[in-house]
């Protein structure tokens, strides 16, 4: 039997989906060792194989095959724009993508004015101003502290995840507009479900039945 390839996003989201996955029987005792450095890790028994990556480049691997399934938050999904199906939202690490700013920033907003916009997801900032709100803007890349921006100069609103909403509290800023919500996903390589369909979608549907009764609960 062929192994089944996970590709996760390392950190938190890494370690919530291992506690998923164990809760559907499936256990990779190595990965939750904190002090190694591995990359990769085997389940012999079920013939599959987990490896960690920098979230940005998970939907990387799955386009590519290299992973069969990958787990990733949907702001990289979009950022992305790697063509693999989505197939199951986790509904872990809800949170939203926002155009955010100072009050003041509301009316150049809503009058079209040609607004400088940071962001370190250039792709969704440019789908939104572009395609939906029909409004041009200059888009400056960023690579995180982006809040930085507009208190500094650098542009007059950001576009940003929105957790709690206490980054932007803290200094002085506001949500103007909400573009989508957001939370992870899992992806599939568009090969690897036709070939492996009936292992991937047997475990889909656990996943799917586990998540549905917890959100009963
Ligand atoms: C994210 C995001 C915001 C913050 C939102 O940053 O970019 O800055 O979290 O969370 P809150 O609404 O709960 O305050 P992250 O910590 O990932 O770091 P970054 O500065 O590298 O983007």
């Keep these: 039997m062929k192994y089944i390839t996970f590709a996760l996003a390392k950190g938190r989201l890494a370690k919530k989906t291992m506690s998923i996955l164990e809760q559907i029987g499936i256990t990779c005792e190595e990965i939750k060792d904190p002090n190694s450095r591995k990359l990769i890790f085997v389940n012999e028994e079920l013939k599959l194989k987990f490896f960690l990556a920098k979230a940005t480049d998970v939907p990387t691997y799955v386009e590519y095959g290299a992973a069969d399934i990958g787990v990733v938050g949907k702001d990289t999904i979009l950022e992305e724009g790697r063509k693999m199906y989505e197939v199951l939202d986790l509904g872990l690490g809800k949170c939203r993508m926002c155009v955010a700013g100072p009050e003041k920033a509301r009316e150049l907003l809503n009058h079209g004015e040609l607004i400088r916009v940071a962001t370190k997801y250039p792709n969704i900032a440019k789908d939104y101003f572009y395609n939906k709100k029909h409004q041009t803007v200059e888009i400056i890349k960023l690579n995180g502290s982006i809040e930085l921006?507009?208190?500094?100069?650098?542009?007059?609103?950001?576009?940003?995840?929105?957790?709690?909403?206490?980054?932007?509290k803290?200094?002085?800023?506001?949500?103007?507009?909400?573009?989508?919500?957001?939370?992870?996903?899992?992806?599939?390589?568009?090969?690897?479900?036709?070939?492996?369909?009936?292992?991937?979608?047997?475990?889909?549907?656990?996943?799917?039945?586990?998540?549905?009764?917890?959100?009963?609960?």
């Design 149 to 168: 921006a507009p208190i500094v100069g650098l542009s007059e609103v950001i576009v940003d995840i929105v957790e709690t909403g206490s980054t932007l």
């Design 170 to 217: 803290e200094n002085g800023l506001v949500v103007l507009e909400e573009i989508c919500p957001l939370s992870a996903r899992v992806v599939v390589n568009q090969v690897s479900m036709k070939m492996e369909h009936d292992r991937i979608t047997t475990l889909i549907k656990e996943l799917k039945e586990l998540i549905n009764k917890e959100e009963v609960k």
